[in-house]
């Protein structure tokens, strides 16, 4: 059902789609241009303005600073059930019936479906999605709530693009939820997972499973959608956009927090104290090089190593419900910042050369300040992203001494 990938902007020689199936339309549900007979709720918050964060270590001059400071505005929606087909194991999917179904625009965050036999989307169809339509689905006709992600497996993904759907059609749906409603989405098999989802009253046993690779036609589906728009554009790979379509929201976040606070309030304290450091000691990749150093430098300052991967999502809650000053590298562990209170402050070690601005707008989102010290890095064959870090000394005690007081 897949597709060997390919550059879609420099093709291999001989593959042209200009001709493969029929236009495919794309519509946004945040924008409300789904069918009027689709009923949409959408909301809009915003502007919010968002500090620069404070860099230590800056070893190269970028044509644009992705940390200044900037506004940003939450979008999102969710609309009552609708035909809903899913090419799995993609999570963008066609709302709508037959050949009046559209593709839905924020669904294709993170998509990877024009690689699937059905769809594609590539420089030799000027970027426009076509579509085979003669696929056959498996149909299911009982009420379902969609919040498949591809991703959800991954843990940062997890929280941001499958957990905030959980939520946000769980408020939609509070006071008229079917009776016969499941949910679906795949890979959530994860111990964190169904930790995640216990703090909004889900269980293994609320899902429905589909393991393999197929179209599924929900006959009933809840869809939601999300947009974060910021004004620097700092979206890669091309950094001009600025246009996230990802659950980032202030309300989200803090129910979430409040939710997590709530259920691990009777468990044991780790004894780790206001001041952590996360190590990616577990990891496979980006990992400290020098990391002894940074453990003394640490340790000089009073914080304490925490490896989340090594514990429970409830102990990885407790750990950083309390912290008020949270130090690692740019990694999964660091998305454990969402448990913190709004007055802590994060320190990401970041690779030079490598622009990531995820943990920077989830703190803007939390109130939190936000630092970065680059960090010098080996070669890595699949590039900077996953290359190991060399930690400046000087500066991580010079940007130690300047968050600690």
Wanted: net charge negative.
């Amino acid at each position: 059902m897949w597709n060997t990938h390919y550059h879609r902007n420099f093709m291999p020689d001989g593959l042209d789609n200009s001709s493969f199936g029929v236009p495919c339309e794309l519509a946004s549900m945040v924008d409300r241009q789904l069918s009027s007979d689709i009923t949409i709720k959408s909301e809009v918050y915003g502007p919010a303005n968002f500090p620069a964060s404070r860099i230590f270590n800056e070893l190269e001059s970028p044509a644009k600073n992705v940390y200044d400071a900037c506004q940003a505005t939450f979008r999102r929606a969710v609309c009552e059930p609708v035909s809903t087909t899913l090419f799995l194991p993609d999570h963008a999917c066609l709302v709508g019936e037959g050949d009046r179904s559209v593709l839905l625009e924020e669904s294709t965050w993170h998509s990877e479906i024009f690689f699937s036999k059905w769809f594609r989307n590539d420089r030799s169809t000027n970027w426009k999605y076509l579509i085979d339509r003669s696929f056959e689905a498996i149909e299911y006709d009982e009420p379902v709530a969609n919040i498949h992600h591809r991703y959800n497996h991954q843990y940062f993904h997890w929280i941001m693009d499958g957990l905030s759907r959980v939520w946000y059609i769980k408020n939609f749906i509070k006071d008229s939820a079917p009776k016969n409603i499941k949910w679906f989405g795949r890979y959530v098999d994860r111990k964190f997972q169904s930790a995640s989802l216990e703090l909004f009253d889900l269980k293994a046993e609320d899902f429905i499973t589909i393991e393999r690779d197929c179209v599924v036609n929900f006959k009933n589906a809840y869809n939601a959608a999300f947009r974060f728009e910021e004004s620097l554009g700092t979206l890669r790979p091309d950094y001009n956009s600025g246009i996230y379509k990802v659950g980032w929201s202030s309300d989200y976040l803090a129910e979430l927090r409040d939710r997590a606070d709530l259920k691990t309030r009777e468990m044991p304290d780790l004894g780790l104290g206001e001041k952590i450091y996360v190590t990616r000691a577990d990891a496979e990749h980006r990992r400290i090089m020098n990391e002894p150093l940074v453990r003394e430098v640490l340790r000089k300052f009073g914080f304490k190593e925490f490896c989340p991967g090594q514990h429970s999502l409830h102990e990885q809650i407790c750990a950083f419900k309390n912290a008020k000053f949270i130090v690692g590298a740019h990694g999964a562990g660091l998305t454990n910042i969402v448990w913190a209170k709004p007055d802590a402050v994060v320190a990401e070690f970041l690779s030079n050369g490598f622009y990531d601005t995820g943990y920077r707008f989830t703190s803007n989102i939390k109130g939190m300040r936000h630092y970065i010290l680059k960090c010098r890095v080996a070669e890595h064959a699949w590039g900077v992203a996953f290359a190991d870090l060399e930690v400046d000394i000087e500066s991580l005690e010079k940007m130690l001494h300047e968050i600690v007081s």
